[in-house]
């Protein structure tokens, strides 16, 4: 049986690979595709999620624009990580399919309520809170929500102490951990394990389809950043990691934990207050992966894309 999933995100070139993943992969059913404003302005992410279906050969899959910005602070963007585009790399061409003309979260609404769904966030949790906060009653269709964002040890990658994703909408982050619907959470703690090598990018360059060129070309942009400033050999490779979880969860391993998100502090804004170790007594809320088996997630991800 396929399962469900509603895809969330900013593309951004790792959102893009995520995509790819799911679209390549015939044990998914990608009801829909969302775009939130996040690494890049919504006018840029819907645009993007529609490049990226066209480069699957999904001219088909239904493309709808959600939030233009966070639900209570300014929006912040990365171009810096990103590129002016949130897809610079390779040359791709304008799409030509069509943006839907409803909401995208009407259109998580409405799907959440016909049937049961999974919801892969891959970026700001704008929508999915959106969703949440104006119908309560779809939660209980929601058989998950799988999350790239937050980060414990690792720290965070916007500051010291938040991760981007929650960093942009904490405020969302918060209705979304609190919502009582099963989470998964694929943290910066995991993500920096999972990193491009010159090995991998050639892996996907020597297949020599459209997509997995592609791939390549966007992973060559998009690891630079992290590689400078990190200083290691690539860069992590953040959003498939949701998609990867459902068609191989025995590649993840965490602990069903209590995490909450700082909402108050400016100094700690969107910090991921997550209890590793069981030191409250506050109620599990989430499943939180630490580690990943990163060489099976690359061999999927080739794998898959190679079919594409
Ligand atoms: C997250 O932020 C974005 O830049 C990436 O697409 C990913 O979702 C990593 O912090
Ligand atoms: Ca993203």
């Keep these: 049986m396929t399962r469900p999933i509603i895809i969330d995100t900013d593309p951004g070139q790792d959102d893009a690979v995520a995509i790819l993943l799911a679209l390549a992969s015939p044990e998914l059913d990608v009801v829909g595709i969302t775009a939130v404003a996040g690494n890049v302005p919504l006018p840029l992410t819907e645009k993007n999620a529609r490049i990226i279906c066209e480069l699957a050969g999904r001219p088909d899959m239904k493309v709808f624009a959600g939030a233009s910005r966070p639900m209570v602070r300014d929006l912040v963007t990365a171009e810096y990580v990103h590129g002016k585009t949130g897809l610079d790399g390779p040359d791709l061409p304008e799409p030509t399919m069509p943006l839907q003309d409803q909401h995208g979260v009407d259109f998580i609404i409405e799907t959440c309520r016909r049937q049961k769904i999974t919801l892969c966030a891959l970026g700001p949790l704008t929508?999915?809170?959106?969703?949440?906060?104006?119908?309560?009653?779809?939660?209980?269709?929601?058989?998950?929500?799988?999350?790239?964002?937050?980060?414990?040890?690792?720290?965070?990658?916007?500051?010291?102490?938040?991760?981007?994703?929650?960093?942009?909408?904490?405020?969302?982050?918060?209705?979304?951990?609190?919502?009582?619907?099963?989470?998964?959470?694929?943290?910066?703690?995991?993500?920096?394990?999972?990193?491009?090598?010159?090995?991998?990018?050639?892996?996907?360059?020597?297949?020599?389809?459209?997509?997995?060129?592609?791939?390549?070309?966007?992973?060559?942009?998009?690891?630079?950043?992290?590689?400078?400033?990190?200083?290691?050999?690539?860069?992590?490779?953040?959003?498939?990691?949701?998609?990867?979880?459902?068609?191989?969860?025995?590649?993840?391993?965490?602990?069903?934990?209590?995490?909450?998100?700082?909402?108050?502090?400016?100094?700690?804004?969107?910090?991921?207050?997550?209890?590793?170790?069981?030191?409250?007594?506050?109620?599990?809320?989430?499943?939180?992966?630490?580690?990943?088996?990163?060489?099976?997630?690359?061999?999927?991800?080739?794998?898959?894309?190679?079919?594409?």
């Design 127 to 308: 929508n999915v809170a959106l969703a949440l906060n104006r119908a309560p009653d779809i939660a209980s269709n929601i058989e998950e929500i799988v999350i790239m964002g937050g980060g414990l040890f690792e720290g965070g990658n916007t500051t010291p102490a938040a991760e981007f994703n929650i960093y942009v909408d904490p405020h969302a982050a918060d209705v979304v951990f609190r919502s009582g619907i099963p989470i998964v959470v694929m943290p910066l703690d995991l993500t920096h394990t999972a990193l491009t090598s010159r090995a991998r990018v050639e892996a996907f360059r020597a297949i020599g389809t459209g997509p997995a060129i592609a791939t390549a070309e966007l992973l060559d942009f998009f690891e630079r950043f992290d590689v400078e400033k990190y200083g290691t050999e690539g860069g992590p490779l953040h959003d498939p990691n949701v998609i990867a979880y459902l068609l191989k969860p025995e590649l993840y391993k965490g602990r069903h934990i209590n995490l909450e998100v700082e909402i108050s502090s400016e100094l700690t804004m969107g910090m991921t207050v997550a209890d590793w170790w069981g030191v409250t007594k506050r109620p599990a809320n989430c499943t939180y992966m630490r580690y990943v088996d990163d060489a099976g997630f690359f061999d999927l991800l080739i794998e898959r894309i190679g079919k594409l």
